[in-house]
């Protein structure tokens, strides 16, 4: 079964809503790679919208698996279903025909989010008509901001009912105007075949962003979403440092049990704090939903202006 000759026989089936002629995708660099999977930059020509030649490819590396292959297909199927919000890293297309898959999607030019943020140590606090678009410095109120799309895309991937199980910085794009985007929400929910694809800096579980009753019982839900989206809004407040720096992963959820959270950043207000706070209530009832969240996002955004 891990015979690549044997794997290359497999067919998939076409869907002429998304195929792209293979000689329209020029591929690029590698921008990322997991342990089967990589993600390609590549000119998409012709097929996709005006002005928007430039993608990202993701595929499988050579001596996958069948069930990688199939965690692959099965990303894209979502990702058709989920549909299309800016906060989100959209499908564009694929190639499913005559070699091997890919699956064509948004190109966010400046990359991961976390390291967006550990690029840009400059916080500008007094007053400034300058904006990110011409200064590249962040203000207390871009970081908002950054907090508010994130919660958008994921209010909207809730609404699709899907649960992302590893949200953090790393898998939030900054795209142009600096949009953010939530990537890699397709991924199968086989956590026997899940984790292949994504870049982990240690182990295999996304531990410092999961929920109590994940690291317990392997439970993912919209809740624990929300759990993952209060240490994202920790993540950004702190400009893409690690949380839980001291705390070794194996002793998370007894650290957690015990009372103990993730510190106030020291450039947040006590009103952002208080809603990662809510997001770390023990119990998965005591979180706010994500609508709620863009709400109180919102508000304490326009109270910025
Ligand atoms: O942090 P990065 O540079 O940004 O490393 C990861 C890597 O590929 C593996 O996921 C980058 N990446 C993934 N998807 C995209 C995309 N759609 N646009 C730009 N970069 C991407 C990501």
């Given amino acids: 079964i891990n015979d690549p000759r044997i794997l290359s026989e497999y067919e998939l089936p076409l869907d002429k809503d998304w195929e792209v002629p293979r000689n329209t995708v020029v591929l690029g660099k590698v921008l990322g790679e997991g342990e089967f999977g990589k993600v390609v930059k590549a000119d998409c020509v012709g097929v996709l919208k005006r002005g928007q030649s430039t993608v990202a490819v993701k595929m499988l590396k050579d001596g996958h698996t069948d069930a990688e292959m199939m965690a692959l297909v099965s990303e894209m199927e979502i990702m058709k279903v989920v549909g299309k919000h800016v906060n989100i890293i959209n499908l564009l297309g694929c190639c499913t025909q005559g070699g091997p898959l890919y699956v064509i999607v948004e190109f966010a030019p400046y990359g991961s989010l976390r390291d967006f943020l550990r690029n840009r140590p400059e916080i500008i606090t007094e007053s400034t008509n300058e904006s990110l678009e011409d200064t590249g410095n962040l203000t207390p109120k871009d970081l908002v901001s950054f907090a508010y799309q994130a919660a958008k895309g994921m209010e909207y991937l809730a609404s699709r009912h899907c649960i992302h199980r590893d949200l953090a910085a790393r898998n939030v794009l900054v795209s142009e105007n600096f949009i953010l985007k939530i990537a890699d929400f397709g991924l199968a929910k086989n956590i026997e075949t899940d984790y292949y694809y994504r870049k982990k800096t240690s182990g295999k579980l996304p531990v410092r962003w999961m929920a109590p009753e994940s690291l317990n ?26 949380p839980y720096r ?3 992963g194996q002793y998370l959820l007894q650290h957690l049990k015990a009372g103990n959270r993730l510190e106030k950043p020291p450039s947040c207000s006590l009103d952002l704090y208080l809603i990662m706070r809510e997001c770390w209530s023990f119990y998965p009832k005591g979180r706010p939903s994500f609508t709620v969240l863009v709400k109180q996002l919102e508000k304490i955004l326009t109270a910025m202006t």
């Fill in 217 to 242: 019982s392997m439970l993912f839900t919209i809740q624990t979403d929300v759990w993952s989206f209060g240490v994202l809004l920790w993540e950004i407040m702190m400009l893409g440092a690690t």
């Fill in 246 to 248: 001291n705390v070794q």
